[in-house]
């Protein structure tokens, strides 16, 4: 058996099946910019903002004020990090209800990963 050089199984790899240097896991390349540097999306920066909150309290002041910018991804980071702090008792505001809210309208659309974080973070919310 013959093996081809490693840059051109790794050029063929990236070109054709989407895997490899430079692409994400799903095969879609990055866009390349001039400095070298990966700069992350607003959606990204935004999903990690609310992903490093200590407390339900910092994560429901993000929501309160951006949950216009959420999508998906953003509604159950938030409600796991919620839940993660604290059960329903202290979390009974309206922010929290309509983050619940939007995810439930979401189920029939959601991954297996994002339902399985969201069915966790509702379940801890209403048991405490």
């Known amino acids: 058996l ?18 490899g240097p430079g692409t994400h896991g799903s095969g879609t390349r990055r866009r ?25 309290e910092e994560v429901i002041m993000i929501a309160q004020f951006r949950m216009h910018e959420f999508d998906q991804v953003h509604f159950v980071t938030a409600a796991h990090r919620i839940a993660k702090f604290g059960g329903l008792a202290a979390h009974q505001g309206s922010t929290v209800l309509r983050v619940i809210e939007c995810l439930t309208m979401m189920i029939p659309n959601m991954c297996a990963r994002h339902l399985a974080n969201y069915v966790w973070a509702f379940g801890r919310l209403a048991v405490g």
């Open 2 to 19: 013959k093996r081809r050089s490693s840059s051109a199984h790794v050029l063929s790899l990236s070109f054709y099946s989407g895997v």
């Open 32 to 56: 390349p910019r001039c400095t070298g540097e990966e700069v992350p999306s607003g959606s990204v920066l935004l999903n990690r903002e609310i992903a490093v909150k200590c407390s339900a």
